[in-house]
């Protein structure tokens, strides 16, 4: 049964950025829908809607979307947990954004029994399917090294020097390795890192490289990630 079946869905907004437009413009497609608030902790309208300060207005909505960065989607995770909310909520990815907080979200997520979505999560993808299967039956013999190199271009413009993800301690091994040293925990189990995380610039406009290596309990994998 779909979750808004004979009744009116009420959507509320946790951003005020680009994805939450995004956001904003499929819900209004959506049949016998509403969106009740957007929250923002300094405007009061958003996108044509009305914004809200204060996080327990949003306790009447059935279903809440997260569009924040996401270094603050676990901490609003725990607001909504302390609320009480016990509807749906749909989380931009990554779900976290810390090496630290992989242990945390998995034992915090749970509580919100099976109504956490998160946009996009690797461990669920299809591809996460077929490796899950090869490495049970070992039809191509055991998997030993992994290595996944990734590059954005965001350091070259202009607006590089504003954006949010030059304030996490780590950079991209933070901000994007995140996605794949999670996806691999959740094929191979926990890892211990065997070179420190090393960030550095490469245009001297802050940090916008970073790689490391981690050991997993049966392969090597080594992150490189650069938004230059």
Known sequence: MSIWSGSLLKISIIGTGQQSAVIKKICEKIPQSRIDFFFSRK??????????????????????????PPNEHLKMLKKLYKLKYNNYIICEKPLINSLNQIKEVEKFSSKFKRKLFVNFNFESSQLAKILSQIIKNKSNGNLKYAEFQISHGAAWYKTWKKQWRLR???????????????????????YKILLKNLSFSTKNMGKDTAETVLKYSNIYAFF???YS
Do not use: M, W
Request: aromatic letters at 18%; glycine letters at 8%; charged letters at 20%.
């Open 43 to 68: 405007k009061k309208y958003v996108n044509g809607y009305r914004a809200t300060h204060y996080l327990k207005n949003l306790l009447g909505s059935k279903v809440i979307f997260i569009c924040i």
């Open 168 to 190: 996490t301690k780590l950079g991209p091994i933070e901000n994007t390795a995140i996605h794949y040293i999670y996806f691999l925990k959740k094929l191979f189990g926990d």
């Open 224 to 226: 490189r990630f650069s």
